[in-house]
């Protein structure tokens, strides 16, 4: 993904600034130029990502490099990462780097403390490089700009991989910096260029809302608020950027207005809000900052040329990073002041819940403020669902703020606070817990017992019902069967059947031959529901007696499930 944010919080360019690095002026003054930058040893550009823990930015160069820089904020580079020939799109999650490759099957994975290359993940063919990491998952469009490729998943923990129902020409993925379920999609050198925007926490992902057809071509970069309520997209044509709603991806009618082909643009939430574009006005001018909601801009830059992708807001040193050129790639810090960095982590007392169970969530905010704006806010997303507020409150004098809550299905849980006077609004990571069905498992249908064994004769058919709270109608629950042999337990009969209206399925073993067998329900993983299993249920087939043994379906004796009684 190109301009990735993770874990990067809110930086601010204010109205009038000092000329420390780079001359800057109103837009009714003719902008002045600025110097021409620091070099970094790579002749392209692709992809920046600011690492805000570290204050750090890694910048990689596409096909045909052969590494990842690493700078501070001021353009000094700190380090080169080695060894990842066509680094291209970066993602940020917590200490790992991932890499995706421009034109080649894979994804580095970086540690980005050892800045060291750990692994890398196969992709089953190439990529465009761009990549997201979005619901545990990296996201990546398989394929080539010049044509559609599909949407494709990697979980890097599991392995798994797999493909989506959606193809994009040559996309720019862009995750929610709020809601942590969404992937928005960018098609470039189209016309029109639509914005999708996608759940990927349902099975499938799944395409819940675009932005108006034909309503701009070549799109070159887009940006999201920090509140995700807010899409900016820099199109070829018109010659603007323009605003949208993210909830119906509707057109405001706001935009910020631009000189021809706007191809970069950036957005903070820090000090009300700034919108940086490139190319910018008046002729000649390449980079203007916008206060949000302003038709005006403050601050003007001349003299830098961002590549598509390279203006990014970033933290606490308030730099409003441009990065561009060509043989070599020229970085520019432009200079403003800030509000501080606060810091808000959300944690949970269970990482795992059955179903109608409680968990604790505990908001930890520091510094902790004074007596005014100590209000924080949780939100609860259930997977394939949607967001709503479950608990608003002061934190406590250690800015704590601790709350219960009972997920109905897999939730992932969000902390925000709006910031005060002095610090900038922040959101913590979100946190996932999971919720377990309950299984259950019945016999009926046995002639008497003995201990824990309920005794059936050869041939009878032993109903047997599972129960899977809540309801999960339509899915298949798993019957399994196992015999006793040697006094160990080896697997004797395994079938799934759908589960009905009333949270049921039923089905019947049947045994051609004496033995002591133990069965249970199984429900599997789903995407909304983490699996679980029955307590086992003990039962004894006797030699039969007036009955005769029935053969299986296939002529041979043995034990199985079936889907009706046969007697």
Known sequence: MRRTTARLVAGVLVAVVAAVSAPVHASSATPALVPRGRALPLATFYDQVVD???????????????????????????????????????ALDDDTLYVAREHAAGVYVVDTGALVKTRTLPLPHPSTGDVAFVHHRLWVVLGTCDRY???????????????????YHCPDLEPSPFNPHLLYVAERDLSPAPVVKIDVSRAPATLVGATPWGEGSDLADMAISADGETLL????????????????????GFTYGTATYPHTVATTDAGGGFVAVSPAPPPGSDVAVYPWRSGTAT???????PAPDGLEFVPQAARLVSIGGYDPVRFHALDGSSGLDAHLSLTASEEQVVHGRTVSLTAQ?????GSSHRTVSIYAIPFGGTEREIARAPVGADGALTVDATPSRNTTYVARWAGDDTYLSVNSDGVDVFVKVFVRTRLYGWYGTSGVWKLYRVGDSGKQVGVVVPNQSGRDLVFEAQQRVDGQWVPAARAAFPIGADGRAVAYLVS????????RNVFADHWDYRGAASNWQYLRYTRATATAARAAPNGEPGVRFERSASR
Do not use: C, K, W
């Not at 823990?53 to 820089?69: K, L, N, P, Q, T």
């Not at 905010?365 to 403020?369: A, G, I, M, V, Y």
């Not at 051609?512 to 069965?519: M, S």
């Open 299 to 305: 601050v003007i830059y001349d003299g830098v040329v």
């Open 52 to 90: 805000a823990e570290r204050g750090r930015i890694f910048v990689s160069g596409g096909a045909g490099s052969d590494a990842v820089v690493v700078t501070n904020y001021d353009g000094h580079v700190l380090a080169t990462i080695p060894g990842l020939p066509d680094a291209a799109g970066m």
């Open 365 to 369: 905010l520091s510094p902790t403020p």
């Open 149 to 167: 490729g599909v949407l494709y998943f990697v979980d890097p923990r599991s392995g798994e991989q797999g493909y989506t129902p959606h193809s």
């Open 512 to 519: 051609d031959r004496p033995g002591y067998f133990r069965t």
């Open 233 to 252: 997209t820099a199109h070829g044509h018109p010659y603007t950027v323009q605003e949208h709603r993210t909830s119906d991806m509707a057109l405001t």
